[in-house]
């Protein structure tokens, strides 16, 4: 079946990049995404990029995506103590029509001033 | 206003009890989602429904049953809680045209002692 794995926890500097990293098992993935949950809050889409794409920047944002290793990462630039949150890797798999994505656990970013 | 809601935001609640958490939402989405999120597993899909006549399980049903009232409406229920039920829990929503981003609620926070 499918699996999304991240690493649990990411800490920073208040100024510096971040880069959470996501890894995916099926290969037939269209959609990939990125979550952000805030304290207290639902998830948000942050972003997504389809499987034909190898990068999406979007502002501090930048999505890489290696299909060959199938390993997607979200870079922030600049971090900001606001970007603290947990951000969740998904994947939607369109065998079976459904696309019903799966999420990885999620990595709290935790941001130091 | 809100685009998905749940009622109630927090329930504390003893093992045997029935308890219903309910999720409505205005973007007009045929399809809706229940999740639990524990810490350190990330997102679980509980059940899932693609239009009102359509209900299906997700990865961990057992001890849970939903309903799909109407297309607005879809409400999650323990018919007699047990403390491993203890999470959050969240609603979702989504459009069903293949880039799925979906849209989440608040989340309910339910304990059940």
């Known amino acids: 079946g499918e699996d999304v794995e991240q690493s649990l926890f990411l800490s920073v500097r208040e100024g510096d990049s971040s880069v959470i990293n996501c890894t995916y098992t099926?290969?037939?993935?269209?959609?990939l995404y990125w979550y952000k949950q805030e304290p207290g809050a639902g998830l948000q889409l942050l972003t997504y990029i389809f499987s034909n794409m190898d990068m999406k920047q979007d502002q501090r944002l930048t999505v890489l995506l290696n299909k060959k290793d199938k390993h997607l990462s979200l870079r922030i630039a600049d971090t900001q103590t606001g970007d603290s949150a947990i951000y969740f890797c998904a994947e939607t798999d369109p065998s079976g029509g459904s696309y019903i994505p799966t999420f990885g656990r999620g990595t709290s970013l935790i941001v130091h001033p | 206003d809100a685009d998905v809601t749940q009622t109630p935001r927090n329930r504390i609640t003893k093992t045997g009890k029935r308890i219903m958490l309910e999720c409505s939402q205005t973007k007009g989405h045929d399809r809706m989602y229940w999740y639990r999120q524990d810490p350190g597993l990330g997102l679980r899909l509980i059940y899932y429904?693609?239009?009102?006549?359509?209900?299906n399980k997700g990865e961990i049903s057992d001890g849970y049953s939903v309903s799909r009232q109407a297309q607005a409406k879809f409400s999650l229920s323990l018919e007699s809680a047990i403390p491993n039920q203890t999470a959050l829990y969240f609603c979702?929503?989504?459009?069903?045209?293949?880039?799925?981003?979906?849209?989440f609620g608040p989340g309910t926070r339910l304990t059940v002692t």
């Open positions: 979702a929503t989504s459009e069903g045209q293949g880039q799925e981003e979906q849209y």
């Open positions: 099926d290969s037939s993935s269209t959609y």
């Open positions: 429904s693609f239009d009102v006549k359509d209900i």
